[in-house]
C-alpha cells in the first residue's frame, strides 16, 4: 500500500522552527522524487522545496535561507527544517512522492505561525 504519513506540524510563534518528517511506505523510495508543497487558507498549493533521489535539492525563493529539505534513503523519510517562521508560512504542509508510475501525496500537517 503506497502511504506518505506527514508529522511534526503545530502552532509556533514568529521567527521559531519546526521540523517536518514525512514517512514514506508502499514506494521504491530511494528511486523517488520528494517534495513538499504547503496551501494557505484561499490559496492555490505551491511548492516549497524538492529533493532528487540523489540528494539534490531546490526550493521556492520565498523559503531560500530559512527552509531546509533532507531525505534518510535507509529510513524512507524525508524532513523539512523550518527556520525563522513568519506568519505567511501558515498553511497545511504536504508531502509528495513522485516516480514512474507513482505519484502520491500525503494528508497534510498544519503549520500555524503567529505575530
Known amino acids: 500500500q503506497v502511504q506518505l504519513v506527514e508529522s511534526g506540524g503545530g502552532l509556533v510563534q514568529a521567527g521559531g522552527s519546526l521540523r517536518l518528517s514525512c514517512a514514506a511506505s508502499g514506494i521504491p523510495f530511494s528511486f523517488s522524487f520528494m517534495a513538499w508543497y504547503r496551501q494557505a487558507p484561499g490559496k492555490q498549493r505551491e511548492l516549497v522545496a524538492s529533493i532528487t533521489p540523489t540528494g539534490t535539492t531546490n526550493g521556492a525563493d520565498s523559503v531560500k535561507g530559512r527552509f531546509a529539505i533532507s531525505r534518510d534513503n535507509g529510513k524512507k523519510m524525508v524532513y523539512l527544517q523550518l527556520n525563522s517562521l513568519k506568519p505567511e508560512d501558515t498553511g497545511v504542509y504536504y508531502c509528495?512522492?513522485?516516480?514512474?508510475?507513482?505519484?502520491?501525496w500525503g494528508q497534510g500537517t498544519q503549520v500555524t505561525v503567529s505575530s
Open positions: 509528495k512522492a513522485t516516480t514512474p508510475g507513482i505519484n502520491t
